[in-house]
């Protein structure tokens, strides 16, 4: 074990995280033994009795400045250097003690540091690169009898300095003592977890759009929560706890809070706070850990501006695993009580919470399969909601996920009484939670798309949206309600209003791009295809919209090689057969055609009447709308907007087609 006199400590901001990472690493390279991992700050440590001692203890101290730490006016690296700073007043001038490292271009002027920093020799590694030299300084600079020959001098600004010549002497042990959690457990998490997210700022920057809007000051997104569990396996459980917590933070007024499918899209990237700011267009962004560890809970959580990362507020909750709804209470109240607002009373409702700590954990073990988004995984979250349910039959949560994921599989594998089996838990988790939104979401979209009571939707829907304004799946479910409707302005808007909630959701996008189009507004309806196509490159329904919009256009060449693009059999071979008939290739348009009917006469009879629409043979294009009905064919909720059937709205059997839907005509 490496004593702790031998020991060097490196200081840094978050956002510096990879070039103390490059330092660390070339540190090793040259033989060097160097502790840089969070797994070895143990549970039971006191994080910042720990911090002070390990200054109080090392060998060399090796603050990294930068424009970041300039540019911070708070930060716990701020304390560790004051307590290195008072420390040199008890070393001897001889000894080296402080070894400043730049990692840019910031003048010693501007650096705003500690009067000892400016007193010895700078060394700058642009970005934490480290040349060999640098290593056998610090080896040097560790070695029995070392002073600090070459550090006192000061150099003038951006000088490079010159390593002192290696003596010989036998490299020691080293370990870079980086720094514990402050308090309970944020600067552990600030440098190990989350400055991966803001180290840097990204190069790239996301495209203005026709309907982008300021910056709100009252704007967050929540982003997925890291497992810090000992066996790595609670990630369903972090992902979870990010999801409620969002949720809960969205019912509170005055707040814009993004949507899962936006904040989420950044698990897994190396994006910072500052470009994820700026894609999601939000002023703040929440972060955090979780580590669980049987009936033990530690969250720790971080506020940070999005504009620039800079630490708002942090804290660390260790509670049994019984407390985690007043962990989120706790987190939610702090969180709005730094952006100056009022988390709204019972914003939670009761019933979507059990005191049954297994129904809770089982109810988000359900979602997380559920977002899987394949039988397998619907399989298991069907399992997982059942589960939730027989060990609390009142909880409400687990029976809104089993109405959507029963519908899912159903359409997915035929089976008629998995949409049965949808509607008697949507229907139950309304009967549980009458004052609960995501009920009424879900009974609405089961009324939606399965039996075509527009009526019961829109009343599902709209008394959601009473409940939880800001839910923009209810926003965007109520926007294709609406749609279908025919009442497009109506639409649009709800669909506007989803997306400035869930921006990077494509599905959003792409419907919107379907409505503009119809409403003959192409040059809104490209902007928006085009950012459904940025955020989903191979998505069939973006392509889908985009082929729409040109044939729309009269753009039949460009529709032809845009349909061509969609890997989705269906949608390439009608879209094909459509703009090779507009082509004046009628050998193409009927090959095209009869290979869709050969293939998916059983499954897609709607896009066949689209198909015969566009090339103007309206008895065939009826056959294949009726057709389409027996089938319950989920394109017929378009047939008041589509574009494509434009030829038929003439025809009186359009009309009756219409009163057979109950749809307005």
Same mark, same amino acid.
């Not at 797994?39 to 910042?48: F, K, P, V």
């Not at 293939?599 to 009826?622: H, L, M, T």
């Given at each position: 074990?490496?004593?702790?006199?031998?020991?060097?400590?490196?200081?840094?901001?978050?956002?510096?995280?990879?070039?103390?990472?490059?330092?660390?690493?070339?540190?090793?390279?040259?033989?060097?033994?160097?502790?840089?991992?969070?797994?070895?700050?143990?549970?039971?440590?006191?994080?910042?009795?720990?911090?002070?001692?390990?200054?109080?203890?090392?060998?060399?101290?090796?603050?990294?400045?930068?424009?970041?730490?300039?540019?911070?006016?708070?930060?716990?690296?701020?304390?560790? $250097?004051?307590?290195?700073?008072?420390?040199?007043?008890?070393?001897?001038?001889?000894?080296?003690?402080?070894?400043?490292?730049?990692?840019?271009?910031?003048?010693?002027?501007?650096?705003?540091?500690?009067?000892?920093?400016?007193?010895?020799? $700078?060394?700058?590694?642009?970005?934490?690169?480290?040349?060999?030299?640098?290593?056998?300084?610090?080896?040097?600079?560790?070695?029995?009898?070392?002073?600090?020959?070459?550090?006192?001098?000061?150099?003038?600004?951006?000088?490079?300095?010159?390593?002192?010549?290696?003596?010989?002497?036998?490299?020691?042990?080293?370990?870079?003592?980086?720094?514990?959690?402050?308090?309970?457990?944020?600067?552990?998490?600030?440098?190990?977890?989350?400055?991966?997210?803001?180290?840097?700022?990204?190069?790239?920057?996301?495209?203005?759009?026709?309907?982008?809007?300021?910056?709100?000051?009252?704007?967050?997104?929540?982003?997925?929560?890291?497992?810090?569990?000992?066996?790595?396996?609670?990630?369903?459980?972090?992902?979870?706890?990010?999801?409620?917590?969002?949720?809960?933070?969205?019912?509170?007024?005055?707040?814009?809070?993004?949507?899962?499918?936006?904040?989420?899209?950044?698990?897994?990237?190396?994006?910072?706070?500052?470009?994820?700011?700026?894609?999601?267009?939000?002023?703040?962004?929440?972060?955090?850990?979780?580590?669980?560890?049987?009936?033990?809970?530690?969250?720790?959580?971080?506020?940070?501006?999005?504009?620039?990362?800079?630490?708002?507020?942090?804290?660390?909750?260790?509670?049994?695993?019984?407390?985690?709804?007043?962990?989120?209470?706790?987190?939610?109240?702090?969180?709005?009580?730094?952006?100056?607002?009022?988390?709204?009373?019972?914003?939670?409702?009761?019933?979507?919470?059990?005191?049954?700590?297994?129904?809770?954990?089982?109810?988000?073990?359900?979602?997380?399969?559920?977002?899987?988004?394949?039988?397998?995984?619907?399989?298991?979250?069907?399992?997982?909601?059942?589960?939730?349910?027989?060990?609390?039959?009142?909880?409400?949560?687990?029976?809104?996920?089993?109405?959507?994921?029963?519908?899912?599989?159903?359409?997915?594998?035929?089976?008629?009484?998995?949409?049965?089996?949808?509607?008697?838990?949507?229907?139950?988790?309304?009967?549980?939670?009458?004052?609960?939104?995501?009920?009424?979401?879900?009974?609405?979209?089961?009324?939606?798309?399965?039996?075509?009571?527009?009526?019961?939707?829109?009343?599902?829907?709209?008394?959601?949206?009473?409940?939880?304004?800001?839910?923009?799946?209810?926003?965007?479910?109520?926007?294709?309600?609406?749609?279908?409707?025919?009442?497009?302005?109506?639409?649009?808007?709800?669909?506007?209003?989803?997306?400035?909630?869930?921006?990077?959701?494509?599905?959003?996008?792409?419907? &919107?791009?379907?409505?503009?189009?119809?409403?003959?507004?192409?040059?809104?309806?490209?902007?928006?295809?085009?950012?459904?196509?940025?955020?989903?490159?191979?998505?069939?329904?973006?392509?889908?919209?985009?082929?729409?919009?040109?044939?729309?256009?009269?753009?039949?060449?460009?529709?032809?090689?845009?349909?061509?693009?969609?890997?989705?059999?269906?949608?390439?071979?009608?879209?094909?057969?459509?703009?090779?008939?507009?082509?004046?290739?009628?050998?193409?348009?009927?090959?095209?055609?009869?290979?869709?009917?050969?293939?998916?006469?059983?499954?897609?009879?709607?896009?066949?009447?689209?198909?015969?629409?566009?090339?103007?043979?309206?008895?065939?294009?009826?056959?294949?709308?009726?057709?389409?009905?027996?089938?319950?064919?989920?394109? &017929?909720?378009?047939?008041?907007?589509?574009?494509?059937?434009?030829?038929?709205?003439?025809?009186?059997?359009?009309?009756?087609?219409?009163?057979?839907?109950?749809?307005?005509?």
């Amino acid at each position: 074990m490496v004593e702790p006199s031998r020991a060097v400590f490196l200081s840094y901001a978050s956002q510096d995280a990879e070039a103390a990472r490059r330092i660390c690493d070339a540190l090793r390279s040259g033989g060097i033994e160097v502790w840089f991992d969070l797994h070895g700050l143990r549970g039971g440590d006191a994080w910042d009795q720990r911090i002070r001692q390990q200054i109080h203890d090392c060998a060399l101290f090796i603050p990294l400045i930068s424009s970041n730490t300039a540019s911070r006016h708070e930060g716990y690296f701020r304390l560790e $250097w004051d307590l290195a700073d008072q420390r040199t007043h008890m070393i001897a001038r001889n000894r080296a003690f402080i070894v400043p490292v730049c990692s840019d271009a910031t003048a010693d002027s501007g650096a705003d540091v500690p009067e000892s920093f400016l007193r010895v020799q $700078w060394t700058r590694l642009p970005a934490g690169e480290t040349p060999p030299g640098f290593v056998q300084r610090i080896s040097t600079l560790l070695s029995p009898g070392a002073n600090s020959a070459g550090l006192v001098t000061r150099l003038p600004a951006g000088a490079p300095p010159s390593a002192p010549a290696l003596r010989g002497s036998k490299v020691a042990p080293l370990i870079i003592a980086v720094s514990a959690l402050l308090g309970a457990g944020y600067f552990a998490l600030d440098k190990f977890v989350l400055s991966k997210r803001t180290s840097t700022l990204a190069s790239s920057s996301l495209r203005s759009d026709s309907i982008a809007t300021p910056v709100n000051e009252k704007s967050i997104a929540v982003l997925p929560f890291i497992d810090l569990s000992e066996k790595k396996d609670q990630e369903y459980f972090s992902d979870g706890l990010a999801e409620q917590l969002l949720d809960l933070l969205a019912k509170t007024p005055g707040l814009h809070v993004i949507a899962r499918t936006s904040s989420f899209s950044f698990k897994g990237k190396p994006d910072d706070i500052p470009t994820i700011g700026r894609k999601l267009n939000v002023a703040n962004i929440l972060e955090g850990s979780v580590r669980k560890s049987g009936a033990h809970l530690r969250v720790t959580t971080q506020l940070v501006g999005a504009s620039n990362g800079e630490h708002i507020w942090s804290e660390t909750y260790d509670r049994e695993l019984k407390d985690v709804f007043a962990v989120q209470d706790e987190i939610a109240a702090a969180v709005v009580g730094q952006l100056k607002l009022k988390l709204a009373p019972a914003t939670q409702s009761v019933a979507r919470r059990t005191s049954n700590v297994e129904a809770y954990n089982q109810y988000l073990l359900g979602r997380h399969s559920y977002n899987s988004e394949n039988l397998d995984g619907w399989r298991r979250a069907i399992e997982a909601f059942h589960k939730a349910i027989a060990l609390d039959p009142n909880y409400v949560a687990p029976y809104d996920g089993l109405a959507l994921v029963e519908y899912q599989l159903a359409g997915h594998t035929g089976d008629a009484a998995g949409n049965q089996r949808a509607q008697d838990a949507a229907a139950k988790a309304v009967d549980l939670g009458p004052d609960d939104p995501n009920g009424y979401s879900a009974r609405g979209y089961i009324r939606y798309v399965i039996n075509w009571d527009w009526g019961g939707a829109q009343s599902d829907f709209e008394k959601a949206i009473a409940l939880d304004p800001g839910d923009a799946q209810f926003q965007l479910r109520y926007g294709e309600l609406l749609g279908t409707l025919g009442r497009l302005p109506e639409s649009i808007a709800a669909t506007r209003k989803g997306i400035e909630l869930d921006p990077l959701l494509a599905a959003g996008w792409e419907s &919107l791009a379907q409505y503009l189009t119809f409403t003959r507004d192409f040059a809104a309806a490209q902007e928006v295809s085009r950012r459904a196509l940025e955020i989903s490159p191979q998505s069939t329904f973006a392509l889908n919209a985009l082929g729409w919009l040109q044939l729309s256009e009269g753009k039949a060449q460009d529709a032809l090689a845009t349909f061509r693009k969609i890997d989705e059999v269906v949608f390439r071979l009608y879209g094909t057969s459509m703009a090779a008939h507009t082509l004046k290739d009628p050998n193409q348009s009927q090959q095209a055609l009869e290979e869709l009917i050969a293939k998916n006469a059983g499954d897609s009879a709607y896009q066949i009447a689209d198909v015969y629409a566009w090339r103007g043979e309206k008895d065939q294009a009826f056959l294949w709308l009726n057709r389409a009905y027996a089938q319950r064919d989920g394109g &017929l909720t378009q047939v008041k907007f589509d574009p494509l059937l434009d030829s038929l709205r003439s025809d009186p059997r359009y009309t009756a087609f219409l009163r057979k839907m109950r749809l307005p005509e």
